[in-house]
């Protein structure tokens, strides 16, 4: 910690377990007769302090599941608890206080995230005003230089980059101390350099005040900067990058590995390109070897014969 934020205060849990847990989630929309399926048993577990990013293509039911998970709507079914609350049984005050003190929110627009008429220091202030807290010029102040933008405190936000509103709103977005701080397409409006700036900046501030943080977005370079990315696929969760430094005999190095998503009921969604390279439709036979489980196209209808060692992995 550094001298100057030391007494910030940091994320405060009264809940044992993960800050974002999902089960079986699912919301259905209904306009003008038409059913939409937007999220269809979504399963995710988010511990205290990680930083995932969530990536998906367009429809997949991302920001379905980021609403549903700052307490902006409410799933059709399932189970969901944010930083210890349920989301599925909460009351109107009680999503009021859970938006106020225990999720931070930061939008894509700039312009959505601060008021233009306020400073910046004023802008990170103003839930502190709404929420009764004390020593907000102080909080303000050591927010602002967290994430390295101290010198535009008495700025509006017309007058900065898009990189530096970004910073201001996460300041922002942290300003009461939340445990769980949901960005949607944070970085969507900013060139490369200032993305990688913005997202170091929020993970650096994340770890600092305990914040677990979970970033939607399109933009694959997110992916790098995060140790863990999950992929929603047709409203579910269906593979998870993990990526950890190792230093042996050969030096530090960055590895990655991918992994498909099982849920409780042993579903698993195999990934895209498996499926169409290997032309997979219909039905598909699987066997189980000592290790692992091999899955073959449902044609011919004899079954292969076992070839340890060779056999797609699903
Ligand atoms: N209010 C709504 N009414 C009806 N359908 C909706 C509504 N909101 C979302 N949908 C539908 O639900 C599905 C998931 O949408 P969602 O916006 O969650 O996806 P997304 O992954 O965030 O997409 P994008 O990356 O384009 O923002 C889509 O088919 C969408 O058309």
């Not at 990058?241 to 042993?266: K, M, N, P, W």
Request: hydrophobic letters at 40%.
């Amino acid at each position: 910690m550094t001298p100057r934020t030391h007494d910030l205060a940091r994320a405060r849990r009264t809940h044992a377990g993960p800050d974002i847990w999902c089960e079986d989630l699912v919301r259905i929309h209904r306009t003008e007769g038409i059913e939409v399926q937007a999220l269809q048993g979504l399963n995710l577990t988010v511990e205290a302090g990680e930083v995932v990013a969530l990536v998906g293509a367009s429809g997949s039911g991302k920001s379905t599941l980021l609403n549903i998970l700052s307490g902006l709507d409410t799933p059709t079914g399932g189970r969901a608890r944010v930083a210890g609350e349920d989301l599925t049984a909460m009351g109107r005050r009680q999503r009021v206080d859970f938006r106020r003190h225990s999720v931070g929110f930061v939008f894509q627009q700039t312009s959505r995230n601060l008021l233009p008429f306020l400073s910046a220091a004023e802008n990170v202030a103003l839930p502190m005003v709404i929420a009764g807290r004390g020593r907000r010029e102080e909080r303000a102040g050591l927010l602002l230089d967290l994430l390295d933008v101290a010198d535009c405190a008495d700025r509006r936000p017309g007058s900065l980059s898009g990189g530096q509103q970004q910073r201001v709103a996460i300041a922002t977005a942290l300003a009461n101390a939340p445990s769980v701080l949901l960005a949607d397409e944070p970085t969507g409006e900013l060139d490369e350099v200032h993305s990688a700036q913005v997202l170091d900046a929020m993970r650096a501030a994340a770890t600092e005040l305990d914040t677990t943080v979970l970033i939607v977005t399109h933009d694959p370079m997110v992916s790098g900067h995060v140790a863990r990315t999950v992929q929603i696929r047709d409203g579910r969760t269906s593979t998870e990058v993990l990526r950890h430094t190792v230093a042996d005999g050969d030096g530090v190095r960055e590895v990655v590995e991918e992994y498909s998503v099982i849920d409780r009921t042993g579903r698993v969604q195999l990934p895209a390109e498996h499926v169409a390279a290997l032309q997979l439709h219909d039905r598909v036979r699987i066997h189980r070897e000592s290790d692992h489980v091999g899955v073959w196209p449902g044609e011919p209808a004899t079954p292969p014969a076992p070839r340890h060692g060779t056999q797609e992995e699903s």
